[in-house]
């Protein structure tokens, strides 16, 4: 059994940067691979950036390749996301997940735990 909680979310101004973080409780964190995913209001929940259980290999969407950055410290039992250069169409609950099945999914069906989320808002 993992449990994950966010933290770091806020309202932000566009080209602001914000960190958010994850912190999972259970012995068996490092051999998830963890995801970030994003809710706005009346859309669906949608891919954000995942990273494999070593941290060696990462991914994005495409909407934020080039301003997000995930990291994991599995000594820390936490995964973070590094935000920059914010838009408001970022603006979002963020929740991080862990999946058992051994490989980063850009669906919510492959996730196995999830956060409660935190809220990005990012005004304009």
């Known amino acids: 059994q993992v449990q994950l909680v966010e933290s770091g979310g806020g309202l932000v101004q566009a080209g602001d940067s914000l960190r958010l973080s994850c912190a999972a409780s259970g012995r068996t964190f490092s051999s998830f691979p963890m995801g970030w995913f994003r809710q706005a209001p009346g859309k669906e929940r949608e891919f954000v950036a995942g990273i494999s259980w070593s941290g060696g290999s990462t991914y994005y969407a495409d909407s934020v390749k080039g301003r997000f950055t995930i990291s994991r410290d599995n000594a820390k039992n936490t995964v973070d996301l590094q935000m920059s250069s914010l838009k408001p169409e970022d603006t979002a609950v963020y929740y991080c997940?862990?999946?058992?099945?051994?490989?980063?999914?850009?669906?919510?069906?492959?996730?196995?735990?999830w956060g409660q989320g935190t809220q990005v808002t990012v005004s304009s």
């Open positions: 997940a862990a999946t058992q099945t051994g490989r980063v999914h850009t669906t919510t069906a492959e996730y196995d735990y």
